[in-house]
């Protein structure tokens, strides 16, 4: 039961990242991206080929309802996927392995959870400036895009995993 829970807010919250990306672009310095974290969040008992399966049809779900160019967000998605393991167990240590739950983010503290959500989301950012620029816009383009993009996406990112990872039938009884 938690488990469809959880596969039905995240896809709520992938069709919302497609809608914010497809129908609200502010400028061409800010890109609001909620998946690296959808990624990130993805429970331990699933394994990385299972984390890297999730990205890659996110990031093809997004890329052909947005931006229609395949790989843009399949890219960083990967890589997210691919760091999820280390960063886990570098934020929470050996012992959250042995639970094999998700992240519950009512039960870490304020740097965890900032943690949590800036490094996937630095990742994403620096892998997408990469691919989206192919070398041809300065370094000054690319890092001040990176920077608004990643304060407007910190807070969304924060909306986001705690809609995707809230407790609602302890919180209701």
Request: glycine share 6%; with cysteine; proline share 3%.
């Amino acid at each position: 039961m938690n488990d469809e829970r959880f596969l039905l807010r995240y896809v709520i919250l992938v069709i919302c990242q497609i809608l914010l990306s497809a129908l609200c672009s502010l400028s061409q310095y800010v890109v609001i991206c909620i998946l690296p974290v959808l990624v990130f969040s993805i429970p331990m008992r699933f394994n990385t080929h299972f984390a890297l399966l999730a990205a890659f049809v996110t990031g093809l779900l997004a890329d052909f309802f947005t931006t229609g160019i395949p790989g843009l967000t399949i890219v960083p998605l990967l890589f997210v996927a691919i760091l999820r393991r280390p960063l886990y167990q570098l934020v929470f240590g050996e012992s959250s392995f042995q639970r094999q739950g998700g992240l519950n983010i009512a039960r870490q503290g304020a740097l965890r959870t900032f943690i949590v959500i800036s490094v996937p989301l630095a990742v994403y950012l620096i892998v997408f400036l990469i691919v989206d620029g192919a070398g041809m816009r300065s370094f000054w383009f690319n890092a001040l895009k990176f920077i608004i993009s990643g304060v407007v996406s910190y807070f969304a990112c924060y909306v986001a995993i705690n809609v995707l990872l809230s407790e609602t039938r302890n919180r209701w009884r």
